[in-house]
């Protein structure tokens, strides 16, 4: 903490928050006291921050020295980090923008379902095969667009999973690995605690504690016009989106390799001409 913020405090002089810069001047860059000026904070409680020292440093005032320091988006991460203050929480809404780039790469996969989720699985975008499999009209009902909220909280005869009671155990411990990094986030202790609340089924197996790391499973699903497809679900990290993934799912077999064609054709005839 004492080096990364003496280190930006060096770049920024007081021509750039627009201080004189004072005679017999001997700091390159910003003098303590002038960040807890400007930061709005004590001198004394800025130097013990800078220093490392165990106090109570709130999102708000973190926020305050990292105007005043002018950090990117990367240091300011780092600096609630060092803070050990949750930051995700504050700035998910910028960080849940799929680009334009990611757009085209899941819309490429077609016909092969993909979707972005985050960690919560929350649906940040999807391609023309995933909507036509996968969103199903209750999802529209309870205006909520995650794979969670559509599994647990619509009838279970929407439910697109053969194996239900054998697949949402281990999306739930899924999710609880992921959870053990945003302890404490106001985001996802309000998602835990209203799933929780609309789904007995799920606080249950919240409850159990069960954990599973996420990887490539295959999947069972029920789609009315063309009944079993049994598909390898297969995650891809994406760069600069900490905790997002593409999930593209691909035929397991044969049969299945031609029931998608079958669903795919079926989706053409009735587009309009």
Request: glycine share 6%; charged share 25%.
């Amino acid at each position: 903490m004492a080096a990364f913020l003496r280190g930006r405090r060096a770049r920024v002089t007081p021509a750039d928050v627009g201080m004189p810069p004072g005679p017999r001047r001997r700091t390159p860059g910003l003098r303590r006291e002038e960040v807890a000026q400007l930061s709005g904070v004590g001198v004394t409680w800025y130097t013990w921050l800078e220093q490392g020292r165990p106090i109570n440093a709130s999102a708000q005032v973190l926020d305050a020295v990292a105007r005043t320091l002018r950090l990117d988006q990367p240091e300011r991460e780092h600096l609630y980090h060092l803070a050990e203050v949750p930051y995700a929480s504050r700035h998910e809404a910028a960080a849940q923008a799929v680009s334009p780039d990611v757009q085209t790469i899941i819309d490429a996969l077609d016909p092969y379902p993909a979707a972005v989720y985050n960690a919560r699985y929350d649906i940040l975008a999807t391609n023309p095969a995933y909507r036509d499999l996968f969103l199903i009209p209750p999802i529209e009902a309870i205006g909520v667009e995650n794979v969670l909220w559509t599994l647990f909280v619509v009838p279970v005869k929407h439910c697109p999973l053969v194996f239900r009671d054998a697949e949402l155990p281990l999306m739930v411990a899924t999710l609880r690995g992921e959870y053990g990094r945003h302890v404490g986030e106001p985001a996802w202790e309000h998602f835990i605690r209203e799933l929780s609340a609309a789904s007995p089924e799920f606080a249950a197996l919240w409850a159990s504690g069960d954990v599973v790391p996420p990887g490539p499973r295959v999947k069972t699903f029920w789609h009315k016009a063309v009944g079993e497809l049994r598909m390898t679900s297969v995650s891809l990290s994406i760069n600069g989106m900490p905790d997002c993934r593409i999930v593209a799912y691909t035929p397991d077999d044969e049969e299945t390799t031609e029931r998608m064609r079958q669903l795919r054709d079926l989706e053409h005839d009735d587009m309009p001409v």
